[in-house]
């Protein structure tokens, strides 16, 4: 599976985005698909996740309510709408996939997009 993130911007306060990624293929029926982001000096966190096959979602408390992560099955691509974006959601964006259980913990994802930078300005 290889992943392929973009849209990733500098915007300021309140303004929105939307992240997509794209796959090489997503034909496994327990693959999820997540989003994390990493800040400088920081240790890289979970953000949202959505099972492909439909049904599981989850967010980061402090993007519920703001993002919205979805998907395009016959598009092979994942999103992340950010609405009300705050300077502390400035960090570089991965979409991150895995086969298997419905988890948030970066490292127990095997695929890796490279990544895109999100800039918010107060």
């Known amino acids: 599976v290889q992943l392929q993130a973009s849209g990733g911007g500098l915007v300021q306060a309140g303004d929105s985005l939307r992240l997509s990624c794209a796959a090489s293929?997503?034909?496994?029926?327990?693959?999820?698909m997540g989003w994390f982001r990493q800040a400088p000096g920081k240790e890289r966190e979970f953000v949202a996740a959505?099972?492909?096959?439909?049904?599981?979602?989850d967010y980061a408390d402090s993007v519920k309510g703001r993002f919205t992560i979805s998907r395009d099955i016959g598009k092979n691509t994942a999103y992340l709408q950010m609405n009300s974006l705050k300077p502390e959601d400035t960090a570089v964006y991965y979409c991150?996939?895995?086969?298997?259980?419905?988890?948030?913990?970066?490292?127990?994802?095997?695929?890796w997009g490279q990544g895109t930078e999100v800039t918010v300005s107060s």
């Open positions: 959505i099972k492909w096959s439909g049904g599981t979602i």
């Open positions: 293929v997503l034909t496994f029926s327990s693959l999820v």
């Open positions: 991150a996939a895995r086969l298997g259980s419905f988890i948030t913990t970066p490292r127990m994802y095997r695929y």
